[in-house]
């Protein structure tokens, strides 16, 4: 199984400033297809995970255009422009890339 | 607007079963992969199995292989989840998951199954 490791595991932000979670494959998550399907998603204190980024860098309808993804073949990075208090929860990424599809450990965004 | 919704889950002890459902509305059921992933309390998410648009071809986690059964009626637009010889490692809460493309774009609010003598 393709193991995604991120770091850091727990992450202080301060309101309005910038924050970034990294993700490592593995593998490379390059399909034979040519597309990369690596995924992220929060899952808000209390709440069902949401989906909010898709293929490395593309932001779900909804999704703020604060967050932003970015990365290729296996290291990829999440980033959050400005925090918000409603971005308070735990990210994962997700590979969709490989069967099993598997997810990162979780990085709680606290304030 | 796309909605998932579980029910079935409960407490049961270690070697019952339990069956999830997932009623699913707000877009073409039978255009989408879904998936159950599960999630042990305070812990991080797992896919359980996943099924493909015409219930015909079904893939597990190597952890309940030969113990859960993935299904659905595409008629009812019903994603179903059959376990059996249940284990205390089965306990967390069964979210419901639409795969568009690879990738989990909608989840359900999950039900809770809780498995202890």
């Known amino acids: 199984d393709v193991v995604m490791t991120q770091s850091p595991l727990s992450l202080p932000v301060t309101l309005g400033q910038p924050a970034s979670i990294s993700c490592r494959s593995s593998?490379?998550?390059?399909?034979?297809?040519?597309?990369?399907?690596l995924n992220w998603i929060q899952q808000r204190p209390g709440q069902s995970p949401r989906h909010l980024i898709y293929?490395?860098?593309n932001r779900d309808s909804g999704v703020p255009d604060r967050f932003s993804g970015s990365g290729s073949g296996t290291d990829f990075t999440l980033k959050i422009s400005r925090v918000e208090a409603e971005d308070v929860g735990v990210y994962y990424c997700m590979q969709g890339t490989h069967w099993p599809k598997t997810f990162g450990q979780g990085t709680k965004v606290e304030i | 607007e796309v909605r998932l919704v579980e029910s079935g889950g409960g407490s049961v002890q270690p070697g019952g079963s339990l069956r999830l459902s997932c009623a699913a509305s707000?877009?073409?059921?039978?255009?989408?992969?879904m998936v159950w992933v599960r999630q042990a309390p305070g812990k991080g998410l797992v896919l359980v199995s996943d099924l493909s648009t015409d219930g015909r071809t079904t893939r597990y986690a190597d952890s309940v292989k030969g113990r859960f059964t993935i299904s659905r009626d595409n008629a009812k637009n019903t994603l179903y989840l059959q376990m059996d010889s249940l284990r205390v490692e089965d306990t967390a809460v069964y979210y419901c998951v639409r795969d568009r493309d690879r990738n989990y774009d909608f989840w359900g609010q999950g039900t809770l199954v809780t498995v202890s003598s």
């Open positions: 293929k490395v860098s």
């Open positions: 593998q490379s998550l390059v399909h034979s297809d040519g597309n990369t399907y």
């Open positions: 707000g877009f073409t059921f039978t255009s989408y992969w």
